[in-house]
């Protein structure tokens, strides 16, 4: 009679352990993988151009310095936001971007991620409007991001463009709907509706109320 007891009991504790673990284990192994990424990268492009800095090593490959790949990519980050503020700086940086934006062929991926990036981050930030959006049925919502007012050029009047992610994955759904089967979300920001909607219902939103309700409270 104790057997299946016992059993049920590691398989409670094997599954407590693994959801503890998991994320965990998951997180240690993306940072991990993009910190060797950078350093793979550095130690070739230093060995082309200046092929004695660090030298070689047995097999005659440029020698690795763990952790100087990405502290060295971080640093020129942050070096190149600080010096594009800089009026001389942003008009070669404008000058590049438009001369991208017009070239065949490497238009299509510079502006695509150009324009992902500014999405979540950028000055033109566009899922910064988080909504629900009835799109199938009048009885089921969906979280959504609004991304455009207007779509006139698609001939489309009233209409508004709402982005919808999919759950466990960073795709989604461009639709256009009607204004009024839209609902402005007024009680999380858009990163909590975004983590939400990603994680498929199951993470849990803050109980911090907005700064607009906050002010208006007091």
Do not use: C
Request: charged content about 20%; aromatic content about 12%.
């Amino acid at each position: 009679m104790k057997s299946p007891h016992i059993f049920k009991k590691i398989i409670q504790y094997f599954l407590q352990g693994l959801i503890i673990l998991a994320p965990i284990a998951i997180t240690i192994y993306a940072v991990t993988a993009l910190f060797n990424f950078i350093d793979n990268i550095l130690p070739s492009l230093i060995g082309y151009f200046m092929p004695d800095l660090l030298g070689t090593d047995a097999a005659g490959n440029p020698k690795k310095i763990p952790g100087l790949g990405f502290i060295l990519v971080t640093l020129i980050v942050i070096l190149v936001g600080y010096i594009s503020s800089s009026f001389i700086v942003s008009k070669l940086v404008d000058l590049l971007d438009k001369v991208l934006e017009r070239t065949p062929g490497i238009k299509l991926l510079y502006s695509t991620v150009k324009d992902f990036f500014e999405a979540f981050a950028g000055n033109k930030r566009k899922f910064d409007k988080a909504v629900l959006v009835s799109i199938e049925t009048t009885d089921v919502w969906q979280i959504g991001f609004i991304t455009q007012q207007e779509v006139h050029e698609f001939g489309l009047q009233d209409y508004v463009a709402v982005y919808v992610p999919q759950s466990y994955a960073f795709t989604g759904r461009l639709y256009f709907v009607k204004s009024d089967r839209v609902r402005l979300l007024t009680d999380i920001n858009s990163a909590e509706a975004m983590k939400f909607a990603i994680s498929g219902g199951v993470t849990s939103i803050d109980d911090d109320a907005p700064a607009s309700k906050k002010a208006s409270s007091s």
